[in-house]
């Protein structure tokens, strides 16, 4: 398999913005499915913030955080440690070679993730090898063209075709949430809990945190640099995306609603 490439990348913008996402409003399709004492694998777990939750929420269940990036991996740990969660791990690994037995843990559970990959297919087989039987493999990805916003500022709608050809040219699906189901079923799951969630930005502070996010990782994160070497933008339009999401901010009546799938699937 050709070389994956994370869209997003880890500049400090884009794990600044993962860093604040809890399992309340990451995961809350799968919160009522975990007790104490579970074992549960957060594959692509970034700096930890929801890894961190599920420790919480499973004491003394081990949970294990893994991602491609040990970077990303040292912030991960030191949030797990400042809240004394001695259940909580972290460790450097590839979601289609896990270095687990099979039949590990109760949930393996991937947020985000899918929609990067170049096989979400052979992914989920191989979340699913790790699951224990009658554990429950879950996953939960956006679904960019289903993303919707007000007013209709111009640049975001640039800004989503730019980023629609970056995440197309890494071999990726943008589009994932729709299409995790089929995905699903490809893998050879059978017993299927569908289901869908937003997140919303329009309150003030939520439409600001969510612009300044995405102003800073148009200009600087890897956005910035793959639009750029595949002549997918030059600066000035980077520049002019920056500006339209500040200017998208500062609307009273903004909205922006990001669509989500999720499943759980029973191993």
Request: proline residues 6%; glycine residues 8%; negative net charge.
């Amino acid at each position: 398999m050709a070389s994956e490439t994370y869209s997003h990348g880890h500049h400090r913008s884009v794990v600044d913005a993962h860093a604040v996402r809890t399992a309340q409003d990451c995961a809350a399709y799968l919160l009522p499915e975990l007790t104490s004492g579970m074992s549960v694998l957060d594959v692509g777990c970034g700096p930890g913030s929801i890894t961190a939750d599920f420790a919480a929420l499973v004491a003394p269940g081990p949970v294990v955080g893994l991602d491609s990036s040990e970077d990303v991996l040292v912030s991960a740990r030191s949030r797990a440690a400042g809240r004394g969660l001695a259940n909580a791990s972290f460790t450097a690994g590839n979601v289609y070679d896990l270095d687990f037995p099979d039949e590990t843990f109760d949930i393996v559970h991937a947020h985000q993730v899918l929609q990067h990959l170049m096989d979400p297919v052979a992914a989920l087989r191989e979340m699913r090898r790790v699951a224990r039987p009658g554990g429950l493999v879950a996953v939960r990805d956006a679904d960019f063209s289903g993303m919707i916003w007000h007013p209709p500022t111009p640049e975001l709608a640039q800004w989503m075709a730019v980023y629609q050809e970056i995440a197309r040219g890494n071999s990726a699906e943008p589009d994932a949430g729709r299409h995790l189901l089929g995905w699903a079923l490809e893998a050879g799951f059978t017993d299927i809990a569908p289901s869908s969630s937003n997140w919303l930005y329009a309150a003030p502070e939520e439409r600001r945190r969510h612009a300044d996010s995405w102003s800073e990782r148009v200009l600087h994160s890897a956005f910035a640099e793959q639009a750029q070497e595949r002549g997918l933008a030059d600066r000035q339009l980077l520049e002019r995306l920056a500006a339209g999401w500040k200017e998208w901010a500062a609307a009273p009546d903004g909205w922006f609603l990001i669509p989500c799938g999720e499943l759980l699937l029973r191993a």
